[in-house]
Antibody, heavy 114, light 112 residues
C-alpha cells in the first residue's frame, strides 16, 4: 500500500519561504510522477507541479520562479519550496502520486501570517 | 490554461436519488496519444481527495459501481446512481491533457 505523509511548519511569515516534505512508503519515487497540489480556503484546487521518476520537473506557470520541487531518493522523499510567500499562499498542501493522483497525503494546513 | 466549468456548484439530493455533475472544458481533452486525461475526485469533509474515475470512465480502485463517468472531447459527466449518505462532500473534475493541470471549481453534494 502506498502511503504519503506531508510534514512542515504550519505557520510561515510573509516574504519567507515555505518548505514541505513528502515522505513516501510502499512505492519508490524513482517510478511514476510525484506532485504537489493545494486547496485554498473555499473549494479552489491548484496543481503546483511535479517531479518525475527521472528527476525532471514541471511547474504551474502561475507560480513563476517561486517554486522548486526536489527529491532525495535515498530517503524516498520529495520536497516543495515556495519562496516569497504572501497571505494568498495560505492553503492546505497535499502531496500526491501520479498526474491524476490515485494516492494523496493527508494534507498539511499552512497559514501565511505575520 | 484549460478552464473546467463544473455545474452545478451545489447539489442537494435525497438518499437513493440519482444525480449528475457536468464538467465542460475550454479545450478538447483528447490527447495526441489517443487518451483523454479527465479525472473525477471526491473530497469528503476532513479527508483527502479520493480518485473516483480516471480516463473519463474507468472506475477507481475500491470505488462503488454507483459512480460512473462518461463524455468525450469537451463535455464530461459524473453520475451517481443512488446517492448514499457517505457520498456527501465536494466533487472535482481535473484534466491532465494540457499543462498546467487544472481542476474544476467543485460541486458540493449535500444530503437532504
Amino acid at each position: 500500500e502506498v502511503q504519503l505523509q506531508e510534514s512542515g511548519p504550519g505557520l510561515v511569515k510573509p516574504s519567507q519561504s515555505l518548505s514541505l516534505t513528502c515522505s513516501v512508503t510502499g512505492y519508490s519515487i524513482t517510478s511514476n510522477y510525484w506532485g504537489w497540489i493545494r486547496k485554498f480556503p473555499g473549494n479552489k484546487m491548484e496543481w503546483m507541479g511535479y517531479i518525475s521518476y527521472s528527476g525532471s520537473t514541471s511547474y504551474n506557470p502561475s507560480l513563476k520562479s517561486r517554486i522548486s520541487i526536489t527529491r532525495d531518493t535515498s530517503k524516498n522523499q520529495f520536497f516543495l519550496q515556495l519562496n516569497s510567500v504572501t497571505t494568498e499562499d495560505t492553503a492546505t498542501y497535499y502531496c500526491a502520486r501520479g498526474p491524476g493522483p490515485r494516492d494523496w497525503g493527508q494534507g498539511v494546513m499552512v497559514t501565511v501570517s505575520s | 490554461d484549460v478552464v473546467l466549468t463544473q455545474t452545478p456548484s451545489i447539489l442537494s439530493a435525497t438518499i437513493g436519488q440519482s444525480v449528475s455533475i457536468s464538467c465542460r472544458s475550454s479545450q478538447s481533452l483528447l490527447d495526441s496519444d489517443g487518451n483523454t486525461y479527465l479525472y473525477w475526485f471526491l473530497q469528503r469533509p476532513g479527508q483527502s481527495p479520493q480518485r473516483l474515475i480516471y480516463l473519463v470512465s474507468n472506475l477507481g480502485s475500491g470505488v462503488p459501481n454507483r459512480f460512473s463517468g462518461s463524455g468525450s472531447g469537451t463535455d464530461f459527466t459524473l453520475k451517481i446512481s443512488g446517492v448514499e449518505a457517505e457520498d456527501l462532500g465536494v466533487y472535482y473534475c481535473m484534466q491532465a491533457t494540457h499543462a498546467p493541470l487544472t481542476f474544476g471549481s467543485g460541486t458540493k453534494l449535500e444530503i437532504k
